[in-house]
């Protein structure tokens, strides 16, 4: 069956890095567009960035642009979210999505969107 494994959180300060990965298995990846989303304590689930299912279309959240980036490496059916200049406030559980698209450049920002789901990775920012 499909299975999203994310990896990569941790503890962090202020200003530093990190790299989420997410593996993907058990669906067509080259199919599916992937979402990164993220939700703090207290907060409503919400999109941080995604990719279209060929890799040349990418979105972000107006929080995150500049500082994220997102790529996808079909041959290996692995996404990863590079994040820099980390704040505080982007503290959260992280979770990559797949989301099936019949269109090759198109990234869904709607978490109703996507169909598979990832158990989620810690990221925490310390001040």
């Known amino acids: 069956q499909a299975q999203l494994v994310e990896s990569g959180g941790g503890l962090v300060q202020a200003g530093g890095s990190l790299r989420l990965s997410c593996a993907a298995s058990?669906?067509?990846?080259?199919?599916?567009?992937i979402g990164w989303f993220r939700q703090a304590p207290g907060k409503e689930r919400e999109f941080v960035a995604g990719i279209s299912r060929n890799g040349d279309s990418t979105n972000y959240a107006d929080s995150v642009k500049d500082r994220f980036t997102v790529s996808r490496d079909n041959t290996k059916n692995t996404v990863s979210l590079q994040m820099n200049s980390l704040k505080p406030e982007d503290t959260a559980i992280y979770y990559c999505?797949?989301?099936?698209?019949?269109?090759?450049?198109?990234?869904?920002?709607?978490?109703?969107?996507?169909?598979?789901w990832g158990q989620g990775t810690q990221v925490t920012v310390s001040s």
């Open positions: 058990g669906f067509t990846f080259s199919r599916y567009a």
């Open positions: 999505a797949a989301g099936f698209t019949a269109y090759n450049s198109v990234v869904m920002t709607s978490d109703d969107r996507y169909s598979y």
